[in-house]
């Protein structure tokens, strides 16, 4: 692109200079003319009658410029762009009709959407004819194409406000970051300002900025679910547990995002993420839709992407999970048998990671096996001799 650009700003300076000789070539004529040619109506002549003037007399003068293929691709896609931008809703549905059928014979799908995700590439079409896609003007779509279409402007929207986001939970200055989204929003074209979905989103938005305003330091919760800016703000960036084929590595940087999150919503709170349950200033984080193997990465410091708080609240909150199970197991049991059974099978289930973060080795094992075995020979052993007494009774 800015190769394309390069190279048309050079195009326009190669044209900038002949225009400029040209003129200045021919200065006397322009002079001449504005001299001697009789006035009408006591007005100057205009710049199409001088410019007419001039190419009568410098015909000689003029060059061809000969743009690149690239050029000629960039100017035709801002044709495009801009034409899409201004043709009416109904044109753009109807020409997105036909866009979406040529895909699904292109793909050889029958669906804009599959397993929850959009199908087909969105990104060329403009935000008009998205727009018109999304509000299913003319009633020309699916649900599954009015649903991509909806994903793609929202996505669009997050794209453009992600970098105010950022800006804001560092500074607090959350009206700022209203007043951006609202530029967005009325960045829109008419057709797409005439929709219900705009008209509540816009009104949102100046709602927010107006609660901002009031509230510095802290995002504000207007309870409105159409504020896409609040929707933006609470969407996680992470899930809040781990599949077991997951990579130790995948489940350190999925526990980085879901304490990422947590740390934001104490910003847009205007509070601090804390892990010390004695603060009394702060937002406590919550560590209970952590899993274990996702604590016990944190607690081994994965990827070292952990402060020294996070880790110690991490291991805090495995070891107490882990006491807890031990206690139950202890406590379902009848003897050391079925409750060093019980124990294996809990340490059986773990996660190497849990395993490691707990200092679970397999000496520990070893010595459970042991008193697994020596139970059962036990009771074995008083099994055997009851029965002889009986059968000595009998």
Known sequence: MAQVLQGLMAEASSQRSIVSTTIGLNLPSLLSYASNSPATGNSAPTLAQVLSEVSTTVAQASTNVTLSDEAKAYLANLAESVSSAQAPAATLATNARTWFDQQYKELGISSAMLDGQAAVDLTGQSRATLSAVASNTLSLFTNDETTAATNALQSRFQDAMAPQVVVARHTGDYASLYDAAIKYMDAAGPD?????????????????????????????????????????????????????????????????????DQANSAKDNGKE?????????????????????????????????????????????????NRTNILSALNQSSDSGTGSLALLQQYASMSDEEKSALGLTDQVTDRLIQTYRSTQAVQNILSGASSSSLSSYA
């Open 273 to 321: 993420l804390v892990f010390d349950s004695s603060r009394k200033t702060g937002q406590q984080a919550d560590l209970s839709q952590f899993d274990n193997q996702t604590l016990a990465a944190i607690a081994l410091n994965q990827g070292s992407s952990f402060s020294a708080e996070e880790i110690r609240a991490a291991r805090t909150e495995l070891d107490q999970r």
């Open 192 to 260: 797409e300002r005439a929709t219900t979905s705009w008209q509540d989103q816009r009104q949102a938005l100046a709602d927010g900025a107006a609660a901002a305003e009031i509230s510095p330091g802290e995002a504000p919760d207007t309870g409105d679910t159409d504020d896409p800016v609040r929707v933006l703000l609470d969407k996680p960036t992470a899930s809040s547990s781990t599949s077991s084929d997951s990579s130790i590595e995948s489940v350190a940087a999925n526990a980085r995002a879901m304490l990422d």
